[in-house]
């Protein structure tokens, strides 16, 4: 659970951490997370929360987790279809790809 609370966090934080998962929570976000993804490939975390109505906090945290298990990659930069500035793309990895797709 380091991941979720940084050493230097307050303990308030690494209370919110264990809750998340020890009610599934986490787990829970994950999955929407992942599937907002799936849904919308290639999008900014500010376009995929506008197109689902996730929250852009959460999707900022947990798709950062999904790219690190190899769920999700973050792709190259481009324009944010709501704000169009330039920001970093998520997109799915497929069932059984082991690949490294950082670009």
Same mark, same amino acid.
């Given at each position: 659970?380091?991941?979720?609370? #940084?050493?230097?966090?307050?303990?308030?934080?690494?209370?919110? *951490? *264990?809750?998340?998962? *020890?009610?599934?929570? !986490?787990?829970?976000?994950?999955?929407?997370?992942? $599937?907002?993804? #799936? #849904?919308?490939?290639?999008?900014?975390?500010?376009?995929?929360?506008? @197109?689902?109505?996730?929250?852009?906090?959460?999707?900022?945290? #947990?798709?950062?987790?999904l790219a690190r298990q190899g769920t999700i990659w973050r792709g190259p930069a481009a324009p944010c279809a709501t704000t169009g500035k330039s920001a970093?793309? /998520? /997109?799915?990895? $497929?069932?059984?790809?082991? @690949?490294? !797709?950082?670009?």
């Amino acid at each position: 659970m380091s991941h979720l609370a #940084r050493s230097t966090d307050p303990n308030s934080s690494h209370a919110a *951490a *264990a809750d998340l998962v *020890a009610t599934g929570k !986490l787990l829970d976000q994950q999955t929407q997370a992942a $599937a907002a993804v #799936r #849904r919308h490939p290639g999008q900014s975390s500010l376009h995929l929360a506008s @197109l689902t109505g996730l929250d852009r906090h959460m999707l900022g945290r #947990r798709l950062p987790e999904l790219a690190r298990q190899g769920t999700i990659w973050r792709g190259p930069a481009a324009p944010c279809a709501t704000t169009g500035k330039s920001a970093c793309t /998520w /997109w799915p990895v $497929a069932p059984g790809q082991n @690949l490294a !797709l950082g670009l």
